[in-house]
């Protein structure tokens, strides 16, 4: 079978290989082509693929030991498997060795926006990578590095005009720690330009289904509408924004933006610190017609310099969050490694590959349960594409209680968010006599997973245990 496989892939990249070439005869410079551009769709607008979709963020260098394209596609049949159908690639541009941090680098000091860092292979590998995803079913977001360039980037001695200067120098970004990248300059149009042509080089040439935009706080909104409705004549991207503030973003430019406030509350939640109840305020309402917000146990940053998804959570109560994180509104991301529990803190700038033997358990089947559910009960779809969210009135503070309903589809999700057993007096729980259980689960022990009526005798007493959770759909 292994050698079956490398044949297959051999003779992949050699068709591959050969499309190249041809695209690259066409081009002229990056992000231009002797193609024509086309509008296909409606600009500003979330493709439909997106509203059922979790998204895995992919750490290439430390996903395998080889730290490579090629090495990380043999793992996109895993991740499918756990339900996820979009992956979003931490950058994968060359990075500076001028004022490098680390002995690596950061990815997001890049040299070259239409080039493969060769630490991770080639554009041949990226290709196939992306064909091998679409084929799957599986969309691909880049991470896009808009803010600032590192040092050895041509446009430094070739452009010194698109940079922030002072007293004559180029600078790093002000007060943001950021000494290996220059601040580039957003009142330069022909910048602006040749930034909105490399992205839509990757679009256009690798049929790249969107981006994930580094600090798009730093960008100018004006700039990242351009960049919107030129990509959308591509055809339609998805865009999510690395900012949690600026709902001026999600006007026309992006689709999705960071539930910042949301992760640090749950964490307050998941030590003792809050309770419950407190999370109601950050459930993504009042955002733009189709934007929602992106929710998250863990991500790359958090990772590496605030903790792991078990010191934040704990073991024993990341079951709960991440059954909370799947049926609230918006959109849950999985880090390279959450799903097993890796208690480890990712170097950023150094290899250090995820040993995938030292998990402290296994979310998988959870992760998968919670993502079928998703895709299943449209009720449970991000933004105005799925249903608003209605509170159940427990009388508890520490316990989670709401439903879900689009059209003809209600979910009811309880979740005892703490590590007291609770009873609810202030609840009645009798309309869900008849309700089917599609995932149930506790602090300890394997979640259920399959579909079953409810016991009647269930909620009758309105206990829950430690950390408990259900979601039911109620019968039509």
Known sequence: MAKQKSGERFMRKRNFGIGI???????????????????????????????????????????TPEGTIDAFAEHLDEIKDMGIDIIWLMPVHPISETKRSGKLGSYYSITDYCEINPEFGTKEDFAELIELAHEKEMHVM?????NHTGWDCEWITEHPDWYTQENGEIISPKNMGWPDVADLNFDNKDMRKEMIDSMAYWVKEFDVDGFRCDYATGVPVDFWEEARTELDKIKPVYMLAEDGKTKALLNQAFDENYNWDLYDNMVAVANGSKTADRLRLYLGKNYPEGTYPLNFLDNHDKNSYEGTIV???????????????FTIPGQPLVYSSDEIGYDHAIAFMEKDTIAWDKGTADYRPLIKALSEVRKNHPALYAG????????????????????????DDTVVVLINLSKNELHVKGADFAEYANATVLIHGQADGAPETKSRKIDRSELQDQTFAPWEYYVLSLDK
């Open 142 to 146: 880049m991470d896009w590095v808009a």
């Open 384 to 407: 105005t594409a799925g249903g608003e969210i209605t509170e159940i009135e427990t009388g508890s503070k520490s316990m989670v209680a709401f439903s879900r309903t689009k059209d």
């Open 21 to 63: 070439l041809a695209a690259m005869l066409m081009l002229t410079s990056c992000g231009q082509t002797g193609k024509e551009t086309q509008v296909t769709g409606e600009t500003g607008e979330a493709p439909e693929w997106a509203n059922a979709s979790a998204i895995y963020e992919v750490n290439i260098r430390q996903y």
């Open 311 to 325: 010191e934040n959570f704990g073991t024993q109560e990341i079951p709960a969050f991440w059954t909370y994180l």
